[in-house]
C-alpha cells in the first residue's frame, strides 16, 4: 500500500469550508485514492474515491493533483456533525483491505 | 437494502471466557473484512475473507482468534479463551469483488468487547 501523510488535527468553524490534506508520494499510476472517516466510536463511513480526476459527490470533493503525489478533501459547508478523524487511504491492488493510519482529527466549532 | 449488520452490540465477558461476534455483510459482496479498535489506537486489519476463503489473515493476534465464513455469507469471529487485552471496538466491512478496481467499503457500527 502507498504511505499515506496527514496532519493529525485541524479547526475548522462551522459553515465555513474544511480542507484537509493528503500527502500520497509513492502512489502508482493505477492506485486509487479513498478517503473515510470515523465519528466518535460509529463504524467508519465512506466519503469519496478518485484516481486523477477530481471528483464530487454530495458530502465532499476530492481535488488530485497532477502528479498524483497528494490530495485535498473538501467539505463545503463543514458543520458540527463533521466532527471526526478522517483517513487517506491508498489500497493498492483490488480488494486489498484499507489500512488505517492517525488520519486527521477535524473539529468543527460554532 | 440493509447495510453490515453486527451482533451484539456490546459485549461483556470474563477472562477465559469464549465470545463470537458475527457479522453479515450487504448481500452479494464478497469480499469481508474484520478490524479492531482497541482505545486509544488505530483500527487494524485483522483479515478478509473472499468468499468464503481467507485471502488474507496477517492481522489475526495469535490463535486464539478464529474467523469462518461458511457458505460466503455471514462470517463469525471467535475469540477463546478471552483476555484483557482483546478488549476493543471489533468492525466487519464487505464490498463488491471486482477484481479490477477497489470499490468502497461498507462498515457496520462494530462490537465492542470488555473482557474483565
Known amino acids: 500500500d502507498a504511505k499515506t501523510t496527514q496532519p493529525p488535527s485541524m479547526d475548522c468553524a462551522e459553515g465555513r469550508a474544511a480542507n484537509l490534506p493528503c500527502n500520497h508520494s509513492?502512489?502508482?499510476?493505477?492506485?486509487?485514492v479513498y478517503w473515510y472517516r470515523q465519528i466518535h466510536s460509529q463504524g467508519p463511513q465512506y466519503i469519496i474515491h478518485?484516481?486523477?480526476n477530481n471528483e464530487t459527490n454530495e458530502m465532499a470533493s476530492l481535488i488530485i493533483t497532477e502528479d498524483r503525489k497528494s490530495s485535498t478533501l473538501i467539505l463545503p459547508h463543514a458543520t458540527l456533525r463533521d466532527t471526526a478523524v478522517y483517513y487517506c487511504?491508498?489500497?493498492?491492488?483490488?480488494?486489498?483491505?484499507?489500512?488505517f493510519g492517525k488520519g486527521t482529527t477535524l473539529s468543527v466549532s460554532s | 437494502e440493509a447495510g453490515v449488520t453486527q451482533f451484539p452490540s456490546h459485549s461483556v465477558i470474563e477472562k477465559g471466557q469464549t465470545v463470537t461476534l458475527r457479522c453479515d455483510p450487504i448481500?452479494?459482496?464478497?469480499?469481508l473484512y474484520w478490524y479492531r479498535r482497541v482505545m486509544g489506537k488505530e483500527i487494524k486489519f485483522l483479515l478478509h475473507?473472499?468468499?468464503?476463503?481467507?485471502?488474507?489473515e496477517s492481522g489475526m493476534p495469535n490463535n486464539r482468534f478464529l474467523a469462518e465464513r461458511t457458505g460466503g455469507t455471514y462470517s463469525t469471529l471467535k475469540v477463546q479463551p478471552a483476555e484483557l487485552e482483546d478488549s476493543g471496538v471489533y468492525f466487519c466491512?464487505?464490498?463488491?469483488?471486482?477484481?479490477?478496481?477497489?470499490?468502497?467499503?461498507?462498515f457496520g457500527q462494530g462490537t465492542r468487547l470488555t473482557v474483565v
Open positions: 475473507f473472499v468468499k468464503e476463503s481467507k485471502q488474507d
Open positions: 509513492t502512489i502508482s499510476g493505477n492506485e486509487y
Open positions: 478518485g484516481l486523477k
Open positions: 448481500s452479494g459482496h464478497d469480499n
Open positions: 466491512a464487505s464490498s463488491k469483488l471486482t477484481g479490477v478496481t477497489n470499490t468502497e467499503a461498507f
Open positions: 487511504i491508498v489500497p493498492g491492488e483490488a480488494g486489498t483491505a484499507l489500512i
